[in-house]
Every structure is written in structure tokens, then in C-alpha cells.
């Protein structure tokens, strides 16, 4: 019984990593296809977990664990960059920086740094 829910679940993983390659190669706008590649990459990690399990074998996981950490900091500097022009440093020195927190003012609002 649990072999049949693995395999109709990895189908439809599958069907779920074609809409987000989908959303990548024709997303609208370049957010959509960040979210889509990001997307894709949560999927591809459960593909390989629910691969690990079905072939009984613990290495697949590990691989999980690495792409997971890829995926999440691939999808960080995406959207930094997306944000300010630039991972690391400044960016764009002529593109002003908008304020960070919740533009609230409140404890959690720290403004903008230009050491981040």
C-alpha cells in the first residue's frame, strides 16, 4: 500500500516540476520566474526524498540536504539581487536603498544600513 501512495505521489511531483519549468521558461515577469525556479527546486528535494524511500537508500538523502541549502541561498541572492542590483556590497551606488524593517518606525524597524 505504501509503494502505490509513493509512486502516484512522485507522479505527481513530476506533473508539478513540468508547471514550475513551465512558469520559469514563460513566467511574466522576473518575481514569477524566481518563485518558479525556487519552486522547483522544493519539489525536486521531495522527488528525492520520496526517491530515497522507495529505493531504500539513505544517500539519496543526503543529496536533499545539500540541494535544499543550495536552494534556499540560490533563491536568497536571486532576490537581493532582484531588490538593490547587487548580492554583495552596495550595488548600483547611483540606486538609493529603501529603508529595511516594516517602514513602521517601531523596535523592529532598523532603517537602512549601508554595511549590508
Known amino acids: 500500500m505504501l509503494q502505490a501512495v509513493l509512486w502516484i505521489s512522485?507522479?505527481?511531483m513530476v506533473v508539478s516540476l513540468g508547471f514550475a519549468a513551465y512558469?520559469?521558461?514563460r513566467g511574466p515577469t522576473v518575481p514569477d520566474r524566481i518563485?518558479?525556479?525556487d519552486a522547483f527546486g522544493t519539489v525536486l528535494i521531495q522527488?528525492?526524498?520520496v526517491g530515497a524511500i522507495l529505493l531504500n537508500d539513505p544517500q539519496y538523502l543526503a543529496y536533499a540536504v545539500v540541494l535544499a541549502a543550495i536552494n534556499y541561498v540560490s533563491t536568497v541572492a536571486l532576490g537581493k539581487y532582484l531588490q538593490r542590483g547587487g548580492v554583495i556590497g552596495h550595488g548600483d551606488p547611483h540606486r538609493p536603498v529603501g529603508p529595511?524593517?516594516?517602514r513602521g518606525g517601531g523596535a523592529g524597524d532598523a532603517g537602512a544600513r549601508?554595511?549590508?
Do not use: C, S
Open 23 to 25: 512558469r520559469t521558461f
Open 114 to 116: 549601508p554595511d549590508a
Open 35 to 37: 518563485a518558479a525556479i
Open 47 to 49: 522527488t528525492l526524498i
Open 100 to 102: 529595511a524593517g516594516d
Open 10 to 12: 512522485l507522479v505527481g
